[in-house]
């Protein structure tokens, strides 16, 4: 019973992880998170009943397992996926968040906003098509918004008889592309979602590979150093002032730590306002903790009376902020009214809230070619562009390279209070 | 066997001891639960920070139960920083009432109570009746009169997007227009953790921090955490008929056919709601322990046993367009 024990310990024990999954139209994306939804049995009878009901009365021949993806009406209707939509699935090891996003239209978009919260990208190319413009773009947006795992599936490999050189002309074909782009871990599968090579079981189909399946490599890509534990910051979000006889002079700091850690007797400096003191307390309702990390929610508070209100950054001192009102970025545009050139828009960055001018474009990327445009100065929907802009106020941040949180800035159009643009600092 | 099937074969073997999930040692990595528990309540404070008015919807479920707990998580030592709602509809189970009112007393929070029978005498709605006859999509009225009296400009909500295929495409930030419609097709996108809670006069939001959970997250959190939940999750005799695959709870105001036989049953309920679509579980489960593994076993879904949502396939969808929960 020895292993059951530390089986059951470990399953309630599971890491967290997020990804997302990309693909050209028809390259099996649907049929791949179906398998690994079924195979880790995270579909349930009913669910399975009723997507068989409407396989069966729109005609498909096998079940159609895209329809468990497909939550909208209009979706199912045209047969073709809208948003980004979030599955779950658990194994012993892992919970897995899937954000699955769509191949058509608005898709840069939505995998923009699949991927600004994944560990790990799947990137789908089709053994029989090869690696398409497509496939570039999908893998241009993971390392842009520096997903540390990027996983390369050459699937319908038994379209093309489970062939290892289709494989190998493939990844190499791929490897020359992407020799542009910044990506931390690249790895490649031969798979066939379809029939389930090498997606859950070992395939018995290419004995020419001996890498590991997807869900073991899901299980085991090692995670927990992506992020900074190096910076100490932590956005203050709420300010909490108990007016209890028992907490009468207790003034907290409440917010989620973006990188790094802190502990009691930590010096920590408050920005805007430059004063620095000492951690008192690192508070939870359970307990006091003696070290807070990333990305936990707790609230801190400090030795000396510093006027903190939300919006403020407490940072760790030895490694401070960048702090300017002139920033560069790199920017996806997510509306279908494009950017005005010295325009203004709301910014939210971490919890501070703030306006802005777009002040310039020095260059917009071609994302099928990745080659760079210094003539035109527009951006629209789904185009991506450096841009600089001048903040009404101070933020604080960092690269986005080094901190995807006080690195990230989204752009709110001021008529529609829509969110328009999603900027990743430079 | 491969090693991951015989993990699961493992898994799902019911008479298994259960063991108390322990904080992972490692040095800086949270389990599944303290993420989402972070996520959680990072969402509930961007909430109290953007909003005028937020209210917390409580049905007395163990996913209100568990955001409620959460929220007083997030503000700790202080108290939670706005009220609580119920939208009664009449049909409850009165073990239901009880705790909610015992919670109240517990944690020094306010509930404020509307009712779904004022909506009906004053003439909005008209009951439905046969022996399908449900009060649930009428509370969708008395929900969106409440936020409108009361000048609420968000309202929390326990919905996760595992529970139902329309939900997987919802925001934890939820934008809805003046007549409290959501436009699934025109969703803000939303990136990173910067929640856009910007909005015209008269629009609100529909905020849900437990998106990212699922129905086993619930369950081990409750445990992790303990959690107090109402004794009607756990087994219990009652007197029950079968109807379209589903045990319902007897009452005195549910319709029965002829040919339906009242029985009494060993029964716990998998979600608490309106009784008259709510359906309940045969189960022995007596312990947290136990309720775990028969969700880890369960081969249908939570809803599965929700009358509501079989009404047809994009139930869901189009109550949720008119601005349900």
């Keep these: 019973m020895e292993k059951t024990k530390d089986f059951q310990r470990g399953y309630l024990n599971m890491e967290l992880l997020r990804f997302t999954t990309a693909g050209s139209v028809d390259d099996g994306k649907s049929t791949l998170i179906g398998r690994l939804l079924y195979d880790s049995k995270a579909i349930f009878e009913d669910q399975m009943e009723a997507i068989e009901r409407a396989s069966e009365q729109k005609g498909d021949e096998h079940v159609n397992l895209a ?360 | 066997m491969s090693e991951s099937n015989c993990l699961k074969f493992l898994y799902l073997c019911p008479h298994l001891k259960m063991h108390k999930p322990l904080e992972k040692m490692e040095k800086y990595n949270l389990n599944h639960l303290r993420e989402l528990e972070a996520e959680s309540i990072y969402v509930i404070r961007e909430v109290a920070a953007q909003f005028e008015r937020p209210v917390l919807l409580f049905s007395g479920g163990k996913d209100s139960i568990v955001m409620f707990y959460l929220a007083r998580k997030a503000f700790w030592p202080a108290k939670v920083p706005f009220p609580l709602m119920h939208i009664d509809t009449g049909h409850n189970f009165p073990e239901t009432l009880e705790f909610r009112d015992q919670l109240m007393k517990k944690t020094g929070a306010i509930c404020i109570s509307r009712l779904v029978q004022d909506t009906i005498d004053q003439g909005k709605v008209v009951e439905e009746t046969g022996v399908n006859a449900s009060r649930n999509v009428l509370q ?79 369950w081990q959190y409750i445990y992790m955490e303990d959690v107090d939940i109402p004794d009607l999750y756990y087994t219990h005799k009652r007197r029950v008929f079968y109807r379209d695959g589903v045990w319902l709870a007897d009452a005195p105001f549910m319709v029965k056919k002829d040919t339906e036989e009242v029985l009494e049953k060993d029964v716990r309920c998998r979600t608490i709601g309106d009784i008259t679509c709510t359906g309940v579980t045969l189960s022995m489960a007596n312990t947290l322990e136990e309720i775990i593994q028969e969700v880890a076993a369960a081969r249908v879904t939570e809803r599965g046993g929700r009358y509501d949502d079989k009404r047809s396939e994009a139930a869901m969808e189009d109550r949720k367009k008119e601005g349900y929960f």
């Design chain 1, 67 to 426: 329809l468990l993806t497909d939550g909208l009406r209009a979706e199912r209707e045209q047969g073709i996926t809208i948003d980004v939509a979030y599955r779950y699935f658990a194994t012993p090891k892992r919970k897995f968040i899937i954000a699955d996003t769509p191949g058509h239209v608005q898709y840069t978009r939505n995998m923009v906003t699949g991927a600004s919260t994944a560990n790990v990208a799947i990137i789908l190319v089709d053994a029989r098509n090869g690696v398409l413009e497509q496939t570039i773009r999908h893998c241009y947006i993971a390392s842009l918004l520096r997903i540390p795992h990027i996983i390369v599936c050459i699937n319908k490999m038994d379209l093309k008889d489970y062939s290892e050189q289709v494989y190998l002309d493939i990844q190499k074909k791929f490897k020359e592309l992407s020799v542009k782009l910044d990506i931390q871990d690249l790895r490649f599968l031969p798979i066939s979602a379809l029939k389930g090579d090498n997606v859950v079981e070992r395939s018995e189909n290419m004995d020419w590979y001996d890498g590991p399946t997807l869900m073991y490599l899901l299980e085991n890509i090692y995670i927990s150093s992506d992020l900074n534990y190096v910076d100490g910051r932590f956005p203050v979000q709420y300010v909490v002032r108990p007016q209890a006889e028992k907490f009468h002079d207790y003034r907290g700091y409440a917010g989620r730590i973006a990188s790094g850690t802190f502990e009691p007797g930590d010096r920590v400096a408050v920005l805007p306002s430059g004063f620095t003191s000492t951690i008192k307390s690192v508070d939870t309702m359970k307990e006091s903790l003696k070290q807070a990390f990333a990305p936990q929610s707790v609230v801190l508070t400090l030795e000396d009376d510093i006027d903190i209100s939300r919006g403020d950054m407490i940072v760790k001192e030895n490694k401070m902020p960048e702090v300017g009102q002139d920033i560069e970025m790199m920017v996806c545009w997510l509306s279908e009214t494009p950017m005005v050139m010295n325009g203004k828009y709301y910014v939210k960055h971490t919890a501070s809230d703030a306006r802005c001018i777009i002040k310039d474009l020095p260059f917009k990327i071609n994302i099928n070619t990745l080659g760079k445009n210094y003539e035109d100065k527009s951006l629209s929907l789904n185009e991506i562009g450096r841009i600089r802009i001048r903040t009404t106020k101070p933020l604080y941040y960092d690269p986005y390279r080094r901190n995807r949180i006080t690195g990230s800035i989204i752009l709110i159009d001021e008529a529609t209070n829509n969110t328009v643009g999603a900027g990743m600092i430079v």
């Design chain 2, 140 to 218: 969708t009225v008395t929900l969106l009169d409440a936020l409108e009296e009361l000048k609420f400009d968000c309202a929390l909500g326990g919905g996760r997007r595992d529970e139902e295929k329309a939900r997987a495409k919802e925001r934890f930030f939820s934008h809805r227009d003046e007549f409290g419609q959501w436009d699934p097709k025109n969703q803000r996108p939303e990136l990173w953790n910067l929640f856009n809670g910007k909005k015209n006069m008269g629009e609100h939001f529909r905020v849900f921090p437990l998106s990212n959970w699922t129905e086993m997250d619930v």
